[in-house]
Each structure stands twice: as C-alpha cells, then as structure tokens.
C-alpha cells in the first residue's frame, strides 16, 4: 500500500475548488504535481510554482511518469484516466483521503444521499454553542485538505462527504462518521446502486473499536450497511427512539437519540436524557427531524451538552435553495428547493406540502424516478423542464396528474403561476440534477426566485401570472 513517502509526483484530475485544494497541499508537501483539466480555458493561476497545468487534456498520457492520482469529486471510477490508473496499479486517492495522508486530524464525518449539508452546519452549530472549537468543510465549503492543514490545531473537523470523494478513501478515519440515508443517486457515476452504497459504507472502513458509527434507524439500507461498521454502533430517527421497541419495530441497538412523546431523547452513554422538545423547532418536516436527531446523536458523541444542542436547533434556518420561500402573494407560496437533486430529496419536500404546483426535471443521473409514485397524492398539477421531462412526464400520466412542459425555468414559473390557486405552493424541487441548463443547482434557484418573484410582485388577484408573464417569458433560455 502506497504510502504519502512514496510518492514523488502526483497527478490531479480536474481544477476545481478540490482539485486546485490538492494540487496546493502536494506541492507543499514536496511533490512535483500536474493538473490536467478537459476544458480548455482551465485556469491554473495562482496555484505554487512548479506545478505544472495542461488545459484540454483528460491525463492517461501523464499516467507512466506519476506516482499517485487525484481525481477530483465530477471524475467518474469509469472515466479512462481513472480506470487506466487502476488497471497500472498506481494508487487512487480522492482529496480527502489525501488530506488524512497528510494531516491526519480530529474528524467528524457526515455523508448520505441526503440531508449532508444540513446536518453538517448542525452539528457544527451544536458543537460551537458547547464551546468546542469546530470548523465545517468538504462539501459545504473548504475542502478538507486545506482545513486539515490552516485549522486551528484544537479544532475539529466537521465534514460533508460525498459518495464520489469516499469511493477512493482508504485510510481516513473519522472518530464519529453518520450515514443519514442511502436511496439511488449518482448511478451513472458509479454504475450500480450496490456500488454507490459500497461507496457511502467507506465511511467506517478505517474506524477503530473506540469510534463511533451512526446511522439511520428507519432506512434499512443505511442499517444494513451500519453491520460492516468495525467500531462502537449508534443509531438515530426522527419519529421513534430506536432499540426501545417504542413506537415501531426496535432495530436491536440501545444507543441512540430519537423521538418519544414530543421530546428528543438520548440513550446516549454520558448524554442520556431529554435533549429538547421537538414542539419548539421552526421546521418539523420529517426529513428535517430526521436530521435534527442525526446532528444531536452526533454532537453528544463528540462532547455537545444538551442544552447546546437545543439552542442550536432552535435557531437553525435552512440555507439557500433547501426549501427557501422566495415570494409570497395572493395566498400562493413558491419555494426554492433546488438542491433536492434526486428523487430521494422531492418526495421529502412533496411529502411536507399541501396543494402542489410541482416544477421538477433536469438530468435524472441514471437513478428511477419511479420512487417518486408514492408522493404525488399533493401535487395538482405539474411543470416540467430539462431532459428528465419525458420519464416525468410518464409517470405524472400514470398517477393522474396533469403535465405542462416548459423550455426553460423562466417559462416554467410563468405556466405555475397561470396554473396556482389561491393556497396553493409553486414548488421547484427538481428530483434532477441541473446540468442539463444549468451551470449548478444553485443557478437554478436563483432564476427561479428572480421570476417568482417578478411574478408575485405584479400577479393577479386571482394569482395569474397577469402583467409579469411577458416579462418573465422573455427571460434567459
């Protein structure tokens, strides 16, 4: 097994924000570094003298004269400088396997097909109203190999992973590592449904017997996973408090924090009892008491007191694009759910409304969007955009609810509001992933929010588009 000392030059694929995170910390390290990046007009500057960047390339050509490869999170285990890597026997390290390598540090580790950003600014949140010094990265933002090497050396690190970035970990070690679901997601990254679980499993691999694995008492997937983990086991849910036989079936495991009779509580060693009262959070969809009751077993693991927990919860708000109201008028709500990037993530988001106009589709990434049947009971009527509208399209058939199409977003949030009533919510939660049009989710949020909002500040009475419709029909395609 290829240890960090062995390696003299390393080659980083694609120069992004984790791939030019990588490139630094090699260099630093002594390492001779090449980037390659498919896109011409990559741009390597500022990054150390030395390191070497070749725009318009994929890297196989580079491959005899490297020891290691860093394939940045978009590179895919299939693309051929990954597996032509592999068939050599050369080592494959993601950035954050790489930032273990280099600055093993205190870490918690936060993955699932859903829910990881959430629960990472919870538990950060949690742990810093305890007085503990904790810093977010990975996905959320700062990759980990820069926090492992500029964090405060007290600090803990509290970091978002992806199934991509755990696919080629071997040795990172989280103390306390939570898996919050697995549902199919990035099957055309990683080729099957077992693959991409096998990925999220990764998480554990390296644990100890003094660490901790958590997973999701009601997602049987996430249980079964959570039987390979090698360390000490815990268990969380948002509706039930798992391994009591209380309020649904005992999964068999007597440590864990879930809910019983409007309270959070813990069976936590050292953290037992009531954490808070679930009555006084602002949110109380299901998915979001799920990873309310995720974050809190994780804070008590890594040395939160409860009532740190609670003020935390209580005063925690959604980020950008997850669920966001982002116009209000004539009785018609539309909310920017955008990240929901997958089925898994809208049916959350259907399940919490009541009379639905649903603006969904984008590129489906290989997953069954078959899975979001059991949620439309809400939804009135649907708008449907990007290269997914066809299968969505099909299904909405199936269940009765009736399809409009739209070109682009603009002209989507022009259809909603000609087909919104009184009471109703204009819902963008795409179940897609958005770079079909998109530049990211977060693009697409926000010219949602531009044209519902535009709409809602000249709509109707009656909640028809009115005045704003040729305005927001002339928008951006």
Not at 259 to 283: H, M
Request: charged content about 20%; glycine content about 10%.
């Amino acid at each position: 097994m290829a240890e960090l000392t062995d390696i003299r030059t390393a080659l980083v694929v694609g120069l992004g924000r984790s791939g030019r995170a990588a490139a630094e910390a090699l260099a630093d390290a002594g390492v001779r570094v090449i980037v390659v990046d498919d896109r011409v007009d990559a741009d390597g500057s500022g990054l150390p003298d030395g390191v070497q960047v070749q725009p318009g390339a994929s890297g196989e050509d580079r491959l005899a004269e490297v020891d290691l490869v860093v394939p940045s999170p978009g590179v895919p285990e299939h693309a051929p400088v990954v597996q032509s890597a592999l068939a050599l026997g050369l080592p494959v390290w993601s950035e954050p396997e790489l930032a273990w390598r280099i600055a093993p540090r205190r870490l918690v580790a936060i993955t699932g097909t859903n829910g990881k950003t959430t629960t990472t600014e919870l538990v950060t949140a949690m742990l810093q109203a305890s007085g503990i010094v904790a810093v977010s990265c990975g996905n959320i933002g700062t990759p980990l190999v820069t926090a492992a090497t500029q964090a405060p050396a007290d600090a803990l690190l509290v970091v978002e992973l992806s199934s991509f970035q755990l696919r080629f970990c071997e040795r990172l070690r989280p103390d306390v590592g939570v898996l919050l679901n697995v549902a199919d997601d990035h099957l055309d990254w990683h080729g099957s449904a077992t693959e991409y679980a096998a990925a999220k499993a990764r998480l554990w691999q390296a644990q100890g017997d003094r660490d901790w694995a958590v997973a999701n008492a009601d997602d049987p997937a996430a249980l079964a996973l959570l039987a390979t983990a090698p360390g000490r086991v815990a268990t969380f849910s948002g509706t039930r408090l798992p391994g009591t036989g209380d309020n649904g079936p005992s999964c068999g495991l007597g440590v864990a924090v879930g809910a019983r009779d409007g309270r959070l509580v813990s069976t936590i060693p050292g953290g037992k009892g009531t954490v808070l009262d679930l009555a006084g959070l602002l949110l109380q969809a299901p998915h979001h008491l799920a990873n309310i009751a995720a974050a809190a077993a994780v804070a008590i693991l890594a040395g939160a007191d409860h009532a740190a927990i609670a003020a935390a919860a209580a005063a925690y708000r959604p980020g950008r694009h997850r669920l966001e109201v982002v116009a209000s008028a004539h009785a018609i709500t539309w909310v920017d759910d955008s990240k929901a990037t997958n089925p898994h993530a809208a049916a959350a988001a259907l399940d919490g409304t009541r009379s639905t106009v649903w603006i969904a589709g984008g590129l489906a990434k290989g997953v069954d969007l078959d899975v979001l049947a059991d949620h439309l009971e809400r939804v009135r009527t649907a708008v449907l955009i990007g290269e997914a509208a066809d299968a969505l399209a099909v299904l909405c058939d199936r269940h009765g609810v009736p399809v409009h199409r739209s070109p682009s977003i603009e002209d989507a949030v022009a259809t909603a509001a000609r087909l919104a009533r009184p009471g109703d919510t204009v819902l963008l939660s795409p179940a897609c992933a958005s770079f079909d049009q998109f530049r990211d989710y977060a693009e697409r949020g926000d010219r949602f929010a531009e044209a519902a909002r535009a709409v809602a500040s000249t709509a109707g009475a009656d909640g028809s588009a009115g005045p704003a419709r040729a305005a927001v029909d002339g928008g951006a395609p």
